[in-house]
């Protein structure tokens, strides 16, 4: 049977949208609750007010959406490479986030915080290449 | 307040070791139904074919449960540790990706995961 697993660009640019659309929904999910913060959710009833004020703020179903739209382009990806490979090279957040604040909040990026940054793009490249040789007959 | 540290950390061992085994399920499900997609359109379709197969739903509820585990510990520890010690993820993903879906493992997927890890680990720490 004929399987590809090689970690094409096109792969790579769904990983990176999976990582930018995951947080797309943090955000929209956090904007839903943001003018909730003093909300104490000790019962029932304040649960299920609580419920409604999010499902009434249309950050939510932005979140939403974005979780479906990240389902499905995660399952696409998961159709063409091991799951060892995606996930690691999803980590590629854990890049960007220190370098965007870096470009747009002026951010300082000390000694070990950019060794790590290394560090994983070392890794994200290793087990990229990992992938390279087809896989055998299984 | 060395008891809460410990209890945090096993929160955030069993949120991992849920989303592991939620991935595990979901990819075991993907893998069983060999589609190829080549269009926006059949992505759609394929993920209306995963829905269809019960064993994803037992994965969506271990997501959940990871999500709700999740926000227990981000409500007990600050973020910075939660992320660093939320790496060992990549470790449980590699080794159930190499003993249960049987992929291949050589050493440089190895090292790159471990250097992950680390990076990780630096990046959440410092």
Redesign the interface.
Known sequence: ?FKKSRVTFKILFFLVSVDALETVTQLCFKKSVIGHMGFQVDSLTNAALFLKYAVLSPYLWFGLTSVILT???W??I???I????A??VC?FS??FI?LASMFFFKEQI?F??W?????????????????GHK??A? | MKGGIVFVFILITLTSICDTIS??F??SV?NS?????NSVKK??Q??LM?MKVYRVWIGFLFSTLSLCIWLLVLSKAELNFAFSVDSM??IF??F???LI??????T??W????????????????
Request: hydrophobic residues 55%.
């Open positions: 049977m389902f499905v382009i399952s696409t998961l159709s063409k091991d799951l060892s490979v996930v690691p980590s854990y890049v220190p000390n070990l915080r060794s790590g940054i290394v560090s994983i793009l070392i890794g994200v490249i290793l087990v990229s290449l990992s992938s896989e055998g299984s | 991935q595990l979901l990819k993907i139904l060999d589609f190829h997609i992505a759609f394929f993920v995963i993820h990549y993903i590699a159930a990706s190499a879906l049987k992929e291949k493992f050589g440089t997927r090292l790159g995961t471990l250097a992950i890890v680390a990076g990780i680990a630096l990046v959440t720490v410092s």
